[in-house]
């Protein structure tokens, strides 16, 4: 089975503090998405990546940076947290621009206080 | 742009009964999901549909895919407090390989 793990399952947070979300998965997927799901707000898409060192901003990017150095490995970064970023991140995989379907990690809440 | 609607979004129904899901698109795509997604969890794929007439059952469960009227259906039989969930559609733009997802429709079931 695909596995894609992400680091944390819940994490607190400062307002202004550095966060980095790591995502990794274990099929040689090309493709990874970091989502952010808000109640009555959906899936949103944050940013996401079809290669090592490529990224596509999504929906809503402002406030995150991404990194893919590596093909099985996808963090997301949040260069200064803040309260409205309190949310459950989703990181998904899929395995090429055919797609069949994402695989989604287990998800992390993320609190900023 | 590729638009994603799912109804209803609430659905409450009695165990027993029976009922549809429904998922329209607006665009062009043969690549339908549909994902379960329990509360305080991650999604979980459920189905894949890859062509026109596409049909796929497990359990309670049957997806359906129209790709010339752009719908999707979710077919509940029988339905049993465990189906009790947020189910997901999602739309791939052909070539893209990045899908669009539906608002979800939160399915309660009641004894």
């Known amino acids: 089975d695909v596995k894609v793990t992400q680091s944390s399952r819940y994490l607190v947070k400062r307002t202004g503090e550095k966060v980095f979300l790591e995502c990794v998965q274990d099929?040689?997927?090309?493709?990874m998405f970091w989502y952010r799901q808000d109640p009555g707000l959906g899936l949103r898409l944050i940013y996401f990546?079809?290669?090592?060192?490529?990224?596509e901003k999504g929906d809503i990017p402002e406030g995150y940076s991404v990194s893919r150095e590596k093909k099985e490995r996808f963090s997301l970064i949040l260069e200064s947290a803040s309260t409205n970023q309190t949310s459950m991140y989703l990181c998904?995989?899929?395995?090429?621009?055919?797609?069949?379907?994402?695989?989604f990690g287990s998800g992390t809440r993320l609190t900023v206080v | 742009e590729l638009k994603v609607e799912q109804n209803p979004l609430f659905l409450s129904m009695q165990e027993g009964k029976n009922y549809t899901i429904y998922c329209n698109y607006s665009?062009?795509?043969?690549?339908l999901y549909w994902y379960r997604q329990d509360p305080g969890k991650s999604l979980e794929s459920l189905f894949v549909?890859?062509?026109?007439?596409a049909v796929k059952q497990e359990g309670r469960l049957m997806a359906s895919l129209d790709t010339k009227a752009r719908l999707s259906t979710l077919h509940i039989t029988a339905a049993v407090h465990d189906l009790s969930a947020t189910y997901f559609c999602a739309v791939d733009i052909l070539g893209a390989g990045k899908s669009t997802f539906g608002d979800g429709t939160t399915l309660t079931v009641k004894p």
């Open positions: 665009t062009t795509s043969d690549r």
């Open positions: 990546s079809y290669d090592v060192k490529m990224k």
């Open positions: 549909l890859l062509s026109n007439g």
């Open positions: 099929m040689d997927h090309e493709n």
């Open positions: 998904a995989s899929s395995a090429d621009r055919r797609s069949y379907g994402y695989t």
